[in-house]
Each structure stands twice: as C-alpha cells, then as structure tokens.
Nanobody
Framework: QAQLVESGGGLVQAGGSLRLSCAAS????????MGWFRQAPGKERDFVAV????????NYADSVKGRFTISRDNAKNTVYLQMNSLKPEDTAVYFC?????????????????WGQGTQVTVSS
C-alpha cells in the first residue's frame, strides 16, 4: 500500500511557475504508475498528467501540454509536476495518485492510492 504526500503548492501570479512534489512511502515506488489530477471548486477531479513506472513515457491533458512537465525520481520515491506559464484557470487542489497498472491511465477511478492534495492558486 502506498502513502502519498504532496507539497509545493501556493499562491503565484499568472505567468509564474511552481513545482509540486509527491513523496511516496510503502511498497516499492517504482512499481507504481503515477498521475497528477486537479480539482477546482465545484468541479470534478480532472486528469493532468501521468508517468510510467520507469519515467520513460508521459501523457498530458491538452490544457497543460507544453506548460507542465511530469517527472519522477525512483531513488527518492518522488514524483514531480513542474508547472510553467501558469494561468488563473490552473487554480485548483492538485492531487497525486498511484496505480499498480502499467497502462498510462487518465481516469480517477483507475487509481488506487491518493494524496491529500495541495492548493495551487494563480492570481490574474
């Protein structure tokens, strides 16, 4: 079972950058495909990015392509989300999630483990 803890959220002006981290403990980190999701107030939780177990393959939501980069360091049991050129519409609680599946999943129900989330607020 994986325990996930996000950090790195905060308040940033539009056009700025933030890097989120998600530290994992429990079962071997490299056994998990890792994803990032976000949830804005009053909205459903949406897929943002996913990375394969080795880190060699990634996938992104169209809304963040070219601005966000997901990466992982299996030696540090950590997955990252580098967010550049932030927009007010990126404001949300960001969650990391883990799945034992090998397919790069984009659905909320396809992930077994979740962190508690970290707030990202982008001011205009």
């Amino acid at each position: 079972q994986a325990q996930l803890v996000e950090s790195g959220g905060g308040l940033v002006q539009a056009g700025g950058s933030l890097r989120l981290s998600c530290a994992a403990s429990g079962r071997s980190f490299s056994a998990y495909t890792m994803g990032w999701f976000r949830q804005a107030p009053g909205k459903e939780r949406d897929f943002v990015a996913v990375i394969s177990r080795s880190g060699g393959t990634t996938n992104y939501a169209d809304s963040v392509k070219g601005r966000f980069t997901i990466s992982r360091d299996n030696a540090k049991n950590t997955v990252y989300l580098q967010m550049n050129s932030l927009k007010p519409e990126d404001t949300a609680v960001y969650f990391c999630a883990a799945t034992t599946g090998t397919v790069l999943r984009v659905g909320v129900r396809q992930y077994e483990y979740w962190g508690q989330g970290t707030q990202v607020t982008v001011s205009s």
